[in-house]
């Protein structure tokens, strides 16, 4: 038995290299027949096909993980062996950063990918609402007291005015009275009118005096 000319056993493999296409005959023979059996490598020239390309990596940071509401973070990202990349499905360069300023908690993904397959990585902002300013401080009330006249003569009546603001109560001589209003007096003798007006920013007080003079003596009954 031969293969290509040359002698093999009767059962058995080889292993061969060929540098270019060539076919391989084997022949068995005896005495009175033979056989013959054929087989062609093919082989092909040329450039061996690269390697497949890696599966893409990514890596994706946040300067703050948590702001309040108004501040920003800066996002980093790394990637390598990516032919695409996107943040939150909008394109970025494969390396890079970006600072954000999001209104509410958000997480942020990246996505790298190649021909290979794709890589993400995410990262939260969370985001803390600003409290509200405190209220303002009631407004102190105010307060304005007047008198018709500032003397009278005993038995004459005198008529108080008075005004407020931011007030809720207020007394006149330590009695109740409206907010805002008038009032006639007669005093007998000289006297001080304080009015006090409260409300929830405080309270204050104004004062005004009434002189009162005695009448005059009748006139003399001519005799």
């Known amino acids: 038995m031969t293969l290509n000319g040359v002698a093999v ?10 540098s270019s296409t060539t076919e391989y005959v084997l022949i068995a023979k005896d005495s009175s027949h033979s056989v013959t059996s054929r087989v062609s490598v ?3 020239n040329g450039t061996p096909a ?3 390309a890696p599966v893409p990596s990514a890596n994706l940071t946040a300067s703050s993980t948590s702001i309040t509401a108004g501040q920003s973070s800066t996002l980093s990202w790394t990637t390598t ?13 494969t390396n890079g950063s970006q600072s954000v300023t999001p209104a509410s908690t958000t997480t942020y993904t990246l996505n790298a990918t190649n021909a290979a397959g794709s890589s993400t990585s995410s990262v939260v902002v969370t985001v803390t609402p600003v409290a509200p300013p405190p209220p303002p401080p009631p407004a102190a009330p105010t307060a304005t007291l007047s008198a018709s006249a500032a003397s009278i003569v005993s038995g004459q009546s005198v008529t108080l005015s008075w005004t407020t603001t931011n007030a809720t109560s207020a007394t006149l001589n330590g009695n109740a009275i409206a907010v805002n209003g008038s009032q006639a007096f007669s005093p007998t003798a000289n006297t001080t009118y304080t009015l006090m007006a409260s409300g929830a920013g405080g309270s204050i007080s104004k004062s005004v005096s009434v002189t009162v003079t005695a009448s005059p003596p009748p006139a003399p009954v001519p005799t």
């Open 9 to 18: 056993s009767s059962s058995g493999e080889k292993q061969v290299s060929p």
């Open 42 to 44: 093919t082989v092909l």
């Open 50 to 52: 690269p390697p497949p």
């Open 81 to 93: 062996n990516a032919t695409s990349v996107t943040l939150n499905g909008n394109a970025v360069s």
